[in-house]
């Protein structure tokens, strides 16, 4: 593992290795950096460590050259991984395209659309296992400011072992949403940080930064939400684990270009629905124990699982399973 300390380095020559054949992307040239165009010096940069950004995509077309060019501006030395869920708008090839040109992107082409936990979840362990020190993720759609993602580096450099981009904290703001929505979104944070214990205060952020022994830690690839409840299940597994967060302000602004795959009132109650099954078995396991074993509770447990805590050491004494 590196030294958590600020050093000259150049970046890193090392091959990254080839995922499963489904999302096989094409390998960098020896000596360059991942999609550096062949012929092409590779930059010089001060990292203060060797950093990728995962970045899920479905039909973003509109959006993904203007991305991919702002974070090359913002953070120079730190990789893209494009996890693309075979979007029908060509957002793969575009985002193959402008990472030749701009250098340091790769784009895990998937076969098949199966939702934005499932894209995370391929993305990280292809990071992890490519050796990188820190994993960001952010949206594709320009609502998170790439300018930013250099301020979340430097909070692990500082010291976190996550950062966060939060809205929640003082200097952060949504100026684009309506009262209706900002309220829903404030009280949907405010209640799963109650029934789940969170330390974290914007827990469906999805503008972080992770050391990468982290994502290890809790089991990053044991998660199970498979939507916008992917960020609230590992902020839960970060609060169990007791790992030191630090949240760092930003703006969050809407989208510009493309259409929202979120539908905001059908999502926020099915995300209530599911931290108050988790909460339940969190605070009262025997009596959820004892509804799932009812026909309504199977049925439930069937389509909303509780979510196993992390085992093991770190998991700050609260490292056993609402399941059983």
């Not at 360059?32 to 062949?38: D, E, H, K, L």
């Not at 893209?80 to 992107?105: C, H, N």
Request: hydrophobic letters at 40%; aromatic letters at 6%; charged letters at 25%.
């Amino acid at each position: 593992m590196r030294s958590w300390s600020r050093r000259r380095s150049a970046c890193s020559d090392a091959a990254v290795p080839e995922p499963d054949s489904a999302a096989a992307p094409s390998a960098a040239p020896s000596g360059a950096r991942i999609g550096a165009p062949v012929g092409v010096p590779t930059p010089r940069y001060t990292p203060p460590v060797r950093s990728i950004v995962v970045v899920p995509t479905y039909c973003e077309a509109e959006n993904i050259a203007g991305l991919l060019r702002a974070i090359r501006a913002a953070a120079p030395a730190t990789d893209v991984l494009v996890v693309d869920d075979d979007s029908p708008d060509g957002t793969g090839r575009i985002a193959e395209e402008v990472g030749a040109e701009v250098g340091g992107v790769r784009v895990l082409h998937r076969v098949r659309k199966e939702g934005l936990g499932a894209a995370y979840r391929h993305g990280f362990r292809v990071a992890l296992d490519d050796g990188y020190d820190v994993v960001a993720q952010m949206d594709a759609d320009l609502s998170h400011e790439p300018a930013v993602l250099p301020q979340l580096l430097d909070a692990l450099v500082g010291g976190a072992e996550v950062a966060v981009g939060s809205r929640y904290v003082p200097g952060g703001s949504i100026p684009n949403w309506t009262r209706f929505r900002r309220g829903l979104s404030r009280w949907g944070n405010g209640y799963a940080r109650w029934m789940l214990r969170l330390t974290v205060r914007d827990a469906t952020s999805a503008f972080r930064a992770y050391r990468s022994e982290v994502l290890e830690r809790i089991d990053i690839d044991g998660t199970r939400a498979n939507g916008y409840l992917f960020q609230i299940e590992t902020a839960y597994r970060l609060s169990a684990a007791g790992v030191r967060v630090q949240e760092v302000p930003i703006t969050f602004v809407d989208r510009v270009a493309g259409q929202s795959k979120m539908a905001v009132v059908r999502t926020m109650v099915e995300t209530e629905l599911r931290v108050t099954w988790w909460g339940l078995s969190l605070r009262a396991p025997r009596l959820s124990s004892a509804f799932r074993r009812t026909p309504g509770g199977r049925y439930l447990a069937d389509r909303v699982a509780p979510m196993p805590l992390p085992q093991g050491p770190g998991a700050g004494g609260r490292g056993r399973d609402p399941e059983h």
